[in-house]
């Protein structure tokens, strides 16, 4: 009850938070819902920043640390607002906003572990994907599970709205459902679920370090993670793409994998 209340006051206060970027957009454009231009002719929603939305906690790809917003993702945000010669700003939104578009009315990108899905590309538009991370399954030592099917009829935790949630229905587990994966990851320390099934980057960090819990099972869904964009907006999708192809030929996405994931990371 007390992680449902929290997720409920979460999702509330990302909601107010979206909701107050839109009322100051709409400032700065004077009433207007028209973006502003950056110097490199890219349609900013804010002059001169790049509005970012990422679902926060999400470890290792963004997180809060030391009173900064950090994390693999963060990296590569920082990147392409510099190759737009902008500065970044992160907006903290619900991934449910993320991932159906929502949060595109009020930034220009989507940078938050999100999966690349048909259902997504018809609502928005993505990058190059930057990331393979397939789904697992983690548990606990105690719980005795040792594979999916152990799992069913056991406490099983995902993320809402994520391809996580989507494959633990599919397979016929009635999972609880948590507003972000810091709650799960919560829950699952917690004890008050027994496992959790999402994609193998972040529950792998989750317990990387701790010997109560272990990886059961690995899904080879073939996911692969992109920036989302606005439908149609064809100048930020090369530009972001350009960052990313930069960052590829230079060895910089190997260093933020090496530096968030470990040197086994994909």
Wanted: charge should be negative.
């Amino acid at each position: 009850m007390q992680l449902k209340s929290l997720a409920t006051a979460k999702m509330t206060a990302k909601a107010a938070a979206l909701f107050a970027v839109g009322a100051l957009t709409l400032t700065a454009c004077g009433g207007s819902s028209t973006p502003a231009a950056s110097e490199g002719g890219i349609q900013l929603i804010n002059a001169g920043k790049l509005t970012v939305c990422s679902d926060i906690p999400y470890e290792p790809f963004e997180f809060e640390k030391d009173g900064q917003t950090v994390g693999f993702d963060v990296d590569i945000a920082k990147e392409v607002a510099k190759d737009l010669g902008a500065e970044l700003s992160i907006v903290d939104s619900s991934f449910e906003a993320i991932e159906t578009g929502t949060a595109l009315t009020q930034c220009d990108l989507g940078i938050s572990s999100i999966s690349i899905t048909d259902t997504r590309k018809a609502v928005m538009d993505f990058s190059t994907p930057y990331l393979d991370d397939d789904l697992a399954l983690v548990a606990s030592e105690e719980s005795g599970i040792g594979s999916l099917d152990d799992a069913k009829g056991k406490k099983v935790g995902v993320q809402q709205a994520t391809t996580g949630a989507d494959y633990a229905q599919e397979q016929g587990i009635d999972a609880q459902q948590f507003e972000d994966t810091g709650l799960l990851v919560q829950a699952l320390q917690a004890g008050t679920i027994d496992a959790a099934l999402g994609n193998q980057s972040v529950l792998g960090y989750a317990i990387k370090d701790d010997p109560k819990f272990k990886s059961v099972e690995e899904f080879a869904t073939g996911e692969q993670l992109g920036i989302s964009i606005k439908k149609g907006n064809t100048a930020m999708a090369e530009k972001v793409n350009g960052t990313l192809e930069r960052l590829n030929e230079d060895g910089s996405l190997e260093k933020f994998k090496t530096t968030w994931f470990g040197e086994a990371a994909k």
